[in-house]
């Protein structure tokens, strides 16, 4: 049995407002990492910067559509990324609509193709610790989540 079918076995429901709530900063927290210049795009480029400074890297978006689903080679790179997160603590959550990020981080203004946003990392912009409310409202999501051992926790962006 795999975590996700053991996660989807939780009987504790997740409640609607605290969804709503971690969407809305995951939103915040992307528009101010771009804005400070701390946003990577790529599951490639986030690996790079993992391997050569995780220590910098706050928190990390994994994005895949249904149709992404099926495609294994980015499932394994999601279950490496997922591995390196939780070694070096690293909060991690899953959106499930790549169009919606696209929208958000402005994909469309670089020419990006969506495919570049399945994993985003945000970093420290400079040695001294960010400190953002959006930043510190995911952690908090994130360190409940795990506690219900729901390691890797879906997030819905607003529209």
Same mark, same amino acid.
């Given at each position: 049995?795999?975590?996700?079918?053991?996660?989807?076995?939780?009987?504790?429901?997740?409640?609607?407002?605290?969804?709503?709530?971690?969407?809305?900063?995951?939103?915040?927290?992307?528009?101010?990492?771009?804005?400070?210049?701390?946003?990577?795009?790529?599951?490639?480029?986030?690996?790079? $910067?993992?391997?050569? !400074?995780?220590?910098?890297?706050?928190?990390? @978006?994994? =994005?895949? #559509? *249904?149709?992404?689903?099926?495609?294994?080679?980015?499932?394994?790179?999601?279950?490496?990324?997922?591995?390196?997160?939780?070694?070096?603590?690293?909060?991690? $959550?899953?959106?499930? !609509?790549?169009?919606?990020?696209?929208?958000? @981080?402005? =994909?469309? #203004? *670089?020419?990006?193709?969506?495919?570049?946003?399945?994993?985003?990392?945000?970093?420290?912009?400079?040695?001294?610790?960010?400190?953002?409310?959006?930043?510190?409202?995911?952690?908090?999501?994130?360190?409940?989540?795990?506690?219900?051992?729901?390691?890797?926790?879906?997030?819905?962006?607003?529209?």
């Amino acid at each position: 049995m795999t975590l996700e079918e053991v996660r989807g076995q939780d009987t504790v429901p997740e409640s609607t407002a605290r969804m709503q709530g971690a969407g809305k900063a995951l939103h915040e927290l992307l528009l101010s990492a771009q804005r400070q210049g701390c946003l990577t795009a790529g599951v490639y480029e986030s690996a790079k $910067v993992l391997n050569v !400074d995780p220590d910098n890297v706050t928190f990390c @978006v994994l =994005a895949a #559509d *249904e149709e992404d689903e099926g495609d294994i080679a980015l499932q394994i790179h999601f279950t490496l990324i997922q591995a390196f997160c939780c070694e070096n603590d690293i909060d991690i $959550v899953r959106v499930g !609509d790549v169009q919606r990020l696209a929208a958000i @981080v402005g =994909a469309g #203004d *670089e020419g990006a193709a969506p495919g570049d946003l399945h994993c985003i990392l945000i970093s420290n912009p400079n040695e001294d610790a960010w400190k953002d409310p959006a930043l510190e409202k995911l952690s908090l999501f994130c360190e409940e989540s795990r506690s219900v051992n729901d390691w890797v926790p879906s997030i819905t962006l607003p529209e």
